[in-house]
């Protein structure tokens, strides 16, 4: 990341200061939440003391932080944080000091709302897992459908007459079936996020009573089954379209440009870049080395269900490195809470072991037992796991691996430098290589190097005709594939010889910093 950007980003993460749970942060959100709930808030420091009271009243702030001097002071600190800026007009006041309170007026930054609106959303976030938007799936594949149609109509328009009323017609349905489109795919990938996170969150869980098991494992078996169900159905299809789509990206791009130019540093609406039909193609659609997020689903319940049977068999069997205690502790509270107070410690000594003291250890090299200090405020004895999660005393495992192992460190570490060699030797023959690949014979290391690169630069490319490339940041080797129809080029080596057809294969080499 360069400088100026790494800079921006501390200015953007300031953005967040005024959350921290610090001193004040309630009269900091209830400042915020003032500012974006209208449109434009233009407001002096007397507006926002005047606002502020009734939040008093209510005891969302603390009291006192709606007097006027000490909302000057909040205000000025949320603009050091970049939350507020400066806005100025004519004020009418009957004496100076209303006027310097009234003069000088503030309004919220755009990124500030974002925030604050990303912080209302998740305080309103019920803790429950949320719904698969899966009846999204089917809309979002008759939207690509017709927006192919979409576009060859406002395509075909445009080039009879740009400025006719039937090619502005084309262009705005275009633009709303795009639209339409991208908000319906960002709607479902955030259910699809977020009820996964719910669902990791829960499988890490290791004690469950049995009602919780019954339920997740329905949720499992059958809401999670009809989504992947659902999601595996339109993928084909959708995907299909999209690959359809990806020769007229440019062209789509093109009829979306507004008319109206806003400036180059406007923020555009989602489809009107081709990243972003990258973006959505690369969700539905696997590339070498880059699978879907479709393939990350189908992976995800497979790895849900994994875990949610390892919980069910932890809990019915009392097996695990944690079993769970959670029938034996309800008993024992019940117990508890009908016995009487001698009762109650006669069970809680069997329950837990504390009897009478006895000293079980061979006696101490040095008895530093202090006879004014309660055995409660002593030093305390480890326990193993195995005693306290099953109390079994008995050894169990195999013997620790030696932490420090000097002769192993060092045979590592020359492994490390002969691979590094290695690879090095292999980058400088390709290096040197690289202007007369067709009469050279490499060899299987440098080979293999070849093809690494290759396969990168390949997976960059969307179709055959399409140019790729792909660099070693640490050799500081860049290898890139021009098409060309009907040159062949062949590289020889020890192994055997590889063939590429209708492409020409460039290698060359940067200086890198600390390269040999």
């Known amino acids: ?12 993460l300031q953005l967040y200061a005024y959350l921290q749970p610090r001193e004040h942060h309630r009269t900091y959100l209830a400042i915020m939440r003032l500012f974006t709930s209208t449109l434009l808030a233009d407001l002096s420091a007397g507006e926002v003391s005047s606002a502020l009271a009734a939040a008093e009243r209510d005891g969302r702030i603390d009291i006192g932080e709606s007097h006027i001097d000490v909302v000057i002071p909040r205000l000025r600190q949320l603009v050091d944080w970049g939350n507020l800026v400066h806005g100025r ?23 500030a709302v974002r925030v604050q609106r990303d912080v209302d959303e998740l305080l309103r976030v019920p803790e429950g897992a949320r719904e698969v938007s899966r009846e999204l799936l089917p809309a979002i594949e008759r939207g690509l459908v017709n927006l192919g149609e979409t576009l060859a109509t406002a395509s075909a328009r445009t080039q009879q007459d740009p400025g006719s009323l039937s090619a502005r017609r084309a262009r705005i349905l275009l633009a709303e079936r795009v639209t339409t489109l991208f908000l319906q795919h960002a709607e479902l990938a955030a259910t699809v996020r977020d009820f996964y996170a719910y669902l990791g969150q829960i499988l890490t869980r290791h004690h469950l009573a049995p009602e919780e098991i019954s339920g997740f494992r329905n949720l499992l078996v059958e809401y999670i089954q009809v989504v992947v169900e659902d999601v595996l159905r339109h993928t084909p299809t959708i995907a299909a379209t999209l690959s359809t789509l990806a020769g007229a ?28 039909w990258q973006e959505l193609t690369d969700w539905f659609a696997d590339r070498p080395g880059n699978p879907s997020q479709v393939t990350a689903l ?3 319940t497979t790895r849900a269900i994994g875990a949610l049977l390892a919980t069910v068999r932890r809990a019915t069997t009392g097996g695990g490195l944690l079993p769970s205690r959670r029938a034996e502790l309800i008993q024992l509270a019940g117990w508890f809470n009908a016995a009487t107070p001698d009762e109650a410690h006669a069970i809680y000594a069997a329950a837990f072991g504390l009897h009478s003291a006895r000293n079980l250890f061979p006696s101490p090299e040095h008895d530093g ?19 306290r999660g099953r109390g079994d005393r008995g050894a169990r495992g195999r013997t620790s691996r030696i932490m420090d192992d000097p002769i192993t460190e060092q045979g590592l570490l020359a492994q490390a430098r002969a691979a590094d060699e290695r690879r090095e030797a292999a980058s400088a023959e390709l290096a040197a290589a690289s202007g ?20 990168l630069a390949m997976a960059q490319r969307e179709g055959a005709a399409d140019p790729g490339a792909a660099t070693d940041q640490v050799r500081g080797l860049t290898l ?8 062949t080029t062949q590289i020889r080596s020890s192994a055997g010889t590889l063939t590429l ?16």
Not at 1 to 12: L, V
Not at 93 to 109: D, L, N, P, T, W
Not at 480 to 487: F, H, K, N, Q, R
Not at 501 to 516: F, K, N, S
């Open 436 to 455: 007369n690949l067709d009469n050279v014979t490499l060899s299987g290391a440098a080979l293999g190097a070849l093809c690494e690169l290759l396969t």
């Open 369 to 387: 037992d202090d006879e004014h200090t309660p055995w409660r405020d002593g030093p305390a004895i480890d326990i193993a796991v195995s005693v």
């Open 89 to 111: 007009r004519e004020t009418i006041a009957a004496s100076i000091a209303e006027f310097q309170q009234g003069s000088m007026r503030y309004q919220v930054s755009k990124l």
């Open 480 to 487: 890139t594939l021009t098409p060309a129809t009907g040159t």
């Open 249 to 276: 990206r440019r062209e789509l791009v093109e009829l979306l440009r507004p008319a109206e130019q806003l400036g180059t540093a406007v923020e555009r609406t989602r489809g009107r870049r081709e990243a972003d």
């Open 1 to 12: 990341m360069e400088p100026a950007q790494e800079t921006d980003a501390e200015h953007r």
């Open 298 to 300: 189908r992976e995800a």
């Open 501 to 516: 057809r209708d492409t020409v294969l460039g290698i060359e080499r940067a200086q890198v910093r600390g390269a040999r």
